[in-house]
């Protein structure tokens, strides 16, 4: 009898480490704020500099992991790809930006000042620019997802991100009256996706070819977790230090703005669910792919946030609380989509 798919120990409990950093966060900004607003300063281009050391160290694990030698496979089975990139690029931000608008400019006025709609709307729409990169590779293992498959369609949305991220960004956000500094987004989108891609790229060829792909997926590769882990964990930290007392002065706050994700993450997932059955996808093709289009690379969203907002914007905020709701919407997702199983 096979057993029971189970999900990593980290990856399961990430909304309680997300709950624990956002005490310790507002702890350490209540007794070290003079620190703190120091480390906020550490600027570079409109870029933090702590931040965007640990961000680095976040998003380089996975796109080490990406083989882009398998887009090479791409055209074998088009029809889930296409339904991926559809989803991801022509539906899913357009849908979070209208959500985020429906609630934050309407359905939240009573509760919320005009400023602060605004900020949120933008951290919606940043990540609902930004399709899964890493997470995916859980959920598709949590489903029976084919693993070849689902490494074609990261590999590619990685590559669209490049290119699609920062017209799609700026155009949602100047449809909402966001004012963004274009050369501070495209720097964030170098400095997080095109740096951290190349590094990738280069060191995972290298290593492969010094050390041998055994070596590489069985030593390396669970080495990097533990930093990736820390880094995320810490930068949520440094997040909650500044958010501290937005959060204390408000505590609806957090709840207002995981409503509108949770249903853009649910309408995606069925969007894309039910598509795939009706082009008749095989289920370890349709389960990951819709997987992909309803989690968010969050990690790249917190760092745009920052970059373009502040450490202690709303923007940033509405992102982490992505962060925060993630797994358990996400692992209710899975277990509907291994009930439909077929």
């Not at 096979?2 to 956002?22: H, M």
């Not at 985020?100 to 400023?115: G, N, Q, V």
């Not at 709609?117 to 940043?126: K, V």
Request: aromatic content about 14%.
């Amino acid at each position: 009898m096979a057993s029971k798919k189970q999900i990593g120990f980290f990856e399961k409990y990430l909304t309680v480490w997300v709950l624990l950093c956002i005490a310790g966060g507002i702890f350490l900004g209540k007794i070290a704020p003079n620190t703190m607003g120091s480390l906020s300063d550490l600027s570079l281009y409109s870029v933090n500099i702590p931040v965007a050391i640990l961000v680095w160290l976040m998003i380089y694990p996975m796109m080490v992991q990406i083989d882009f030698a398998s887009i090479r496979n791409a055209g074998t089975k088009p029809k889930g790809l296409v339904l991926t990139l559809v989803i991801n690029w022509l539906i899913k931000p357009f849908s979070m930006a209208f959500f985020a608008w429906l609630f934050f400019d309407y359905l939240y006025a009573a509760y919320i000042t005009p400023e602060q709609a605004t900020e949120y709307i933008a951290g919606a729409i940043l990540l609902g620019a930004a399709p899964c990169t890493a997470m995916v590779f859980v959920w598709s293992y949590l489903t029976d997802g084919d693993p070849a498959y689902t490494l074609i369609q990261v590999s590619i949305n990685d590559l669209i991100i490049l290119v699609a991220f920062v017209p799609i960004v700026g155009l949602l956000l100047g449809l909402n009256d966001v004012s963004i500094p274009y050369d501070t987004l495209v720097g964030s989108v170098v400095a997080f996706v095109v740096i951290p891609l190349l590094a990738g790229f280069i060191s995972r060829v290298l290593l492969i070819r010094a050390k041998g792909i055994e070596w590489f997926s069985r030593v390396f590769l669970p080495a990097l977790k533990p930093i990736s882990i820390l880094a995320l964990l810490t930068t949520l930290v440094l997040l909650f230090a500044f958010q501290g007392q937005t959060i204390l002065n408000n505590p609806l706050v957090v709840v207002l703005i995981a409503i509108p994700l949770t249903i853009q993450t649910y309408f995606i997932f069925f969007a894309a669910w039910f598509t795939g059955r009706f082009v008749k996808l095989p289920h370890p093709i349709c389960a990951p792919a819709s997987m992909i289009g309803a989690s968010n690379f969050f990690e790249l969203a917190v760092a745009v946030s920052i970059a373009l907002f502040g450490l202690d914007s709303g923007a940033a905020l509405t992102t982490v609380v992505g962060v925060l709701i993630e797994v358990p919407v996400m692992l209710s997702l899975v277990a509907l989509a291994n009930k439909w199983k077929y």
